[in-house]
């Protein structure tokens, strides 16, 4: 679906700060702000001076200015790098660091979701999974109905791809591995599904920095992550830095 006319329309009856409609035709609204309006309903409220309001707390910045390198933007993004490496549902062998969706602002991710453990734990609710598992999710934005949507899915695909599925983990307040950002999986907005089929980029390079060139291997099914990406949800086997057992709530990069 193509979601400008929708965002047009959301635009059309919003009020930006300076108190006046934002129009479509502003060209002072960059088309990244108009995809996260739209992606995030009721909670990304409009845009003024270079920031994004916020039905809740006070507006981030857009864009810091700063020319960023990829190593840069992994250890602190601003919401306009969030948007710097398209996702791509075709791409099953990922170019040299593209990887749509791990440069995030962590900012931006509080605000919406939560801003500390406890934060998030009072937006957690429970998503049933296979073999009765209840997977801890934030209900905010819509994430945790997407996921109830995604396992209706996966349940209609043939017995042999649930076990792909099974054992999954969730939410865990820590920073990712090897760096000082915040882990989707804080927020409760990330999933991984059974690690017996993963694929992760450090376990097979143990050794090797973010620059250093690597393989890429996935072993997930395209059906499974076809379902994911259909709800929201991007796939860290899209990733040059795979990481396969991956799935991440992340609607404003899969408009
Ligand atoms: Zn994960």
Known sequence: MNIRPIAFLWLSILVCGCGRPVRPEDSDVPEEVRTLISSYQGLVKGYAKGRILFKKGDPIIFDDGKEKTFTEKLAGADIQDMFSI?????????????????????AFLKRIYGDSEKAVKANLVTVKWFDGQKIPFNRVGGAADSLRAVFIDLQELPEEFHDYC?????????????????SAHSFAIAIDINTEYSNYWRWDNPDAGELDRIGHKNRIPEEIIRI????????????????????????ELLP
């Open 86 to 106: 398209p996702y791509s549902r075709e791409n099953d062998s990922p170019d040299y660091l593209q990887d749509a969706g791990r440069i995030r602002c962590e």
């Open 166 to 182: 099974r054992g999954a983990s969730s939410f865990n307040w820590r920073e990712v591995r090897g760096a000082k950002q915040m």
């Open 228 to 251: 994911f990406e259909s709800h929201g949800f991007i796939s860290g086997s899209r990733w040059y830095h795979y990481d396969t057992m991956h799935f991440e709530f992340r609607p």
